[in-house]
């Protein structure tokens, strides 16, 4: 276990390497067994281009939060409202799209300071519910959501380079968490 102290900082411009860095490697730790090479090739290189980055840090309705420790990044999360939401555009909902962790350091709660960090921008964002969508394969994201209250309401579909995949949509009403 890393004794290092975590850090959560909002990414910034200058920043868009180590998160391209940070999304590849933990893209490819969670889903490099489940797909074909030329599908995460595809869908790396559609995700995580420099210009496709640049672009959603500098938008106004997405952030960004890298979590690092010991000057190294071993997380991101990033977030929607507004406009800037995938789905469910809606002023009162709030979008969880990425929570990613380096797989060295999953089991040291470094998930739960992102998603913890994901509450307190909608919070402060007056969102009324948080929604994200989770593979339908992935039973750890899926049970670690459950856990913190969401509950499924819907399904869509999510393309890895070739590969239709279906994603379960979750939610958690705010006013019912207590916030």
Do not use: C
Not at 81 to 93: S, V, W
């Amino acid at each position: 276990m890393n004794n290092e102290p975590i850090k959560i900082t909002k990414a910034t411009l200058s920043d868009i390497d180590k998160l391209r860095d940070i999304g590849i490697q933990t893209f490819r730790e969670t889903f490099d067994e489940s797909n074909t090479e030329e599908d995460m090739q595809n869908y790396l290189e559609e995700s995580f281009n420099i210009e496709k980055l640049t672009a959603e840090v500098s938008h106004q309705n997405s952030e960004f939060h890298l979590a690092s420790s010991g000057g190294q990044v071993i997380g991101y999360l990033k977030v929607n409202f507004g406009d800037a939401q995938t789905e469910l555009k809606e002023n009162e909902g709030f979008e969880i799209e990425r929570i990613y962790v380096a797989k060295d350091f999953h089991g040291q709660k470094i998930g739960q300071l992102l998603y913890e960090k994901a509450l307190e921008t909608a919070r402060n964002r007056n969102a009324r519910y948080v929604w994200l969508g989770v593979w339908e394969k992935n039973t750890k994201a899926i049970s670690f959501y459950k856990k913190n209250g969401f509950v499924e309401f819907d399904q869509h579909i999510f393309k890895l380079g070739e590969d239709i995949q279906t994603d379960l949509m979750m939610k958690l009403e705010l006013t019912q968490a207590g916030f």
